[in-house]
């Protein structure tokens, strides 16, 4: 029997991962309306999943209403983790990642082209970071936030749950309250 992935997300990042993916896999698409592939209904019981929808709102409502299906996590060649780290299921790490040592990532994390993450880095689930996005050491960053490419986050900062930083702003103050943050340095603007 052949295996197969089921990429969930037909957009350009779900074209992305499907090209990192092993050549040895089958891989389909999966869409709610099953235009671009198949829809959720047909998720086989041996099928491994993966979510490739960058929005981490919407990751966590498609894992919710996948259920209880087999999540793998993956990696593109070119990806660097240095050592004793650790993830939760339906990670992405994209091209060019690099990961120090002693990084905790939860469920559903998505870390994309060229992005750092320091040692001792805490990431809660369903959190993208964003292209070149650089995550210093002993950071923590709740659930459901969303790192903008080029955006830095200074060494020891957290980051409540469901913040968004914008493009190219520099975190250098904790975060305790949700919302979108932008500039240099980071403010709160909604």
Known sequence: ?????????????????????????????????GKHGITPAQ??????????????????????????????????????????????????????????TDVKLGNFVIVNINATIGHDARIGDFTTISPAANISGNVTIGEGCYIGTNASIKEGVTICDNVT?????????????EGTYVGVPAKRIK
Do not use: H, W
């Open 1 to 33: 029997m052949d295996k197969r992935l089921v990429i969930f997300g037909a957009g350009g990042f779900g074209r992305e991962v499907a090209a990192a993916t092993d050549r040895d896999v089958k891989y389909v698409f999966c869409t709610d309306d």
């Open 43 to 100: 998720i086989k019981e041996t099928d491994s999943v993966i979510i490739a929808v960058g929005n981490p709102t919407a990751r966590r409502e498609i894992a919710k209403r996948l259920g209880n299906v087999k999540y793998v996590c993956a990696q593109y060649p070119k990806c660097i983790s240095i050592g004793n780290n650790s993830m939760g299921a339906g990670c992405i790490f994209c091209a060019g990642v690099v990961i120090t």
């Open 165 to 177: 930083i914008g493009m190219g702003s520099v975190v250098l103050n904790d975060i305790t309250e």
